[in-house]
């Protein structure tokens, strides 16, 4: 599956922004979809996963930051991201991998996903 992130940028701390994954794949409802992040000189860490049902899975750092979601029939994928901190500065990626929704729930790490965009660069500013 082809992914395409979009809304990425720089964003003052305490601010937010909403970045877009656009998929290209006929059975997009079946895949397990994720968002990761890189800093400058850090391994890619796991943000959120979704499941082709909807439920959700958070990193303990973004959890009651972020909010994923998915539209399985515009075959999109969001992140909203609200009280941004300096440290969520990365590089964000979306994922993808067909999967059951249960198991969706525990994937965690890159090696899970077998498909990724280009990335979006966001960067928050104190």
């Known amino acids: 599956v082809e992914l395409v992130e979009s809304g990425g940028g720089a964003v003052q701390v305490g601010g937010s922004l909403r970045l877009s994954c656009a998929a290209s794949?006929?059975?997009?409802?079946?895949?397990?979809m994720g968002w990761f992040r890189q800093a400058a000189g850090k391994q890619r860490e796991w943000v959120s996963s979704?499941?082709?049902?909807?439920?959700?899975t958070y990193a303990e750092s973004v959890k009651g930051r972020f909010t994923v979601s998915r539209d399985n029939a515009q075959k999109t994928l969001a992140l909203q991201m609200n009280s941004l901190k300096p440290e969520d500065t990365a590089m964000y990626y979306c994922?993808?991998?067909?999967?059951?929704?249960?198991?969706?729930?525990?994937?965690?790490?890159?090696?899970?996903?077998?498909?990724w965009g280009q990335g979006t660069q966001v960067t928050v500013s104190s």
């Open positions: 994922a993808a991998d067909i999967t059951s929704a249960s198991w969706c729930l525990t994937l965690h790490t890159p090696n899970s996903f077998t498909s």
């Open positions: 794949h006929y059975a997009y409802s079946l895949h397990c």
């Open positions: 979704i499941g082709g049902d909807g439920r959700t």
